[in-house]
């Protein structure tokens, strides 16, 4: 579901979010996820939880299993560059 922004405002989100995409962090996350679907075909459709290291629907994986992403911003998540 689209948020209702204003023009200004939707532009302001837009240039936080690339930004925030384009941390090494988030990179290198969504880099090992993507080796991961790789290695995983069969995991199509489910994202990749970086806290618990194992795939999960998406419903699941973001909603941090029934208790909100308040409790997990900030915490950093071991990458194995390798797998």
Known sequence: MAQ?????????????????????????????????????PSAKGKDYDHEDGRFESVRQNRGNEGEGTKKESGKKYKIDKNK
């Open 4 to 40: 209702k922004l204003s023009l200004i405002a939707a532009r302001a989100k837009a240039i936080r979010d690339k930004a925030f995409a384009m941390t090494d962090e988030r990179r290198e996350k969504k880099a090992h996820s993507q080796r991961m679907h790789r290695k995983t």
